[in-house]
T-cell receptor, first 114, second 113 residues
Framework: GDSVTQTEGPVTVSESESLIINCTYS????????LFWYVRYPGEGLQLLLKVITAGQKGSSRGFEATYNKETTSFHLQKASVQESDSAVYYC???????????FGIGTRVLVRP | DPKIIQKPKYLVAVTGSEKILICEQY?????MYWYRQSAKKPLEFMFS???????DNQTASSRFQPQSSKKNHLDLQITALKPDDSATYFC????????????FGPGTRLLVL
């Protein structure tokens, strides 16, 4: 089956430092799945952070970036300078061939110190 | 205003009892889903519905039964509850069921004692 592996948390960084959360995937149902990063802020539901559907393309949102690398089957999330408001749990996910089922990584809790 | 409402936010139940988790979406979407996240595990897909019809069921147990009384509702009935059912249950929706971005509710946290 499909699977997603991501950095285990918690990850603690200081404000204005850079952040990278690693994500690698294995997709058996589809060669080039749609890839997603979702974020869950405290007390809220999951929100889509960014989505990339084409291998080789980069997605960006709120200062975060992720590049779809089909050679390494990776979709790492990066931000050059984090803010305290970026403290949240980040989830990497892929969609199956029908697009009706998401497979998630375990989630990475990020704590940003002021 | 929240676009996907899940009720209740927290739920405590005793083993063997039955509970219903409520999900309503106000996004005008035609597809709805249930996922579950148990402690130290990833979110796991449970069900997908499109136009109130079951499209995919990845839950082995018949104790979990989705109920769609209206197009924008997808409740989850869980019978004969077990402690292993303790998890956060997330409802999601998308415009259509194929290759559309899914939007998630805040979750219902269920604890079975």
């Amino acid at each position: 089956g499909d699977s997603v592996t991501q950095t285990e948390g918690p990850v603690t960084v200081s404000e204005s430092e850079s952040l990278i959360i690693n994500c690698t995937y294995s997709a058996t149902s589809i060669a080039y799945p749609n890839l997603f990063w979702y974020v869950r802020y405290p007390g809220e539901g999951l929100q889509l952070l960014l989505k990339v559907i084409t291998a080789g393309q980069k997605g960006s949102s709120r200062g975060f970036e992720a590049t779809y690398n089909k050679e390494t089957t990776s979709f790492h999330l990066q931000k050059a300078s984090v803010q305290e408001s970026d403290s949240a749990v980040y989830y990497c996910a892929l969609a199956n061939s029908a697009g009706n089922k998401l497979t998630f990584g375990i989630g990475t809790r990020v704590l940003v110190r002021p | 205003d929240p676009k996907i409402i899940q009720k209740p936010k927290y739920l405590v139940a005793v083993t063997g009892s039955e509970k219903i988790l409520i999900c309503e979406q106000y996004l005008g979407h035609n597809a709805m889903y249930w996922y579950r996240q148990s402690a130290k595990k990833p979110l796991e897909f449970m069900f997908s519905y499109s136009y109130q019809k079951l499209m995919d069921n990845q839950t082995a147990s018949s104790r979990f039964q989705p109920q769609s009384s209206k197009k924008n509702h997808l409740d989850l009935q869980i019978t004969a509850l077990k402690p292993d059912d303790s998890a956060t249950y997330f409802c999601a929706s998308s415009q259509e069921s194929l290759q559309d971005t899914q939007y998630f509710g805040p979750g219902t946290r269920l604890l079975v004692l």
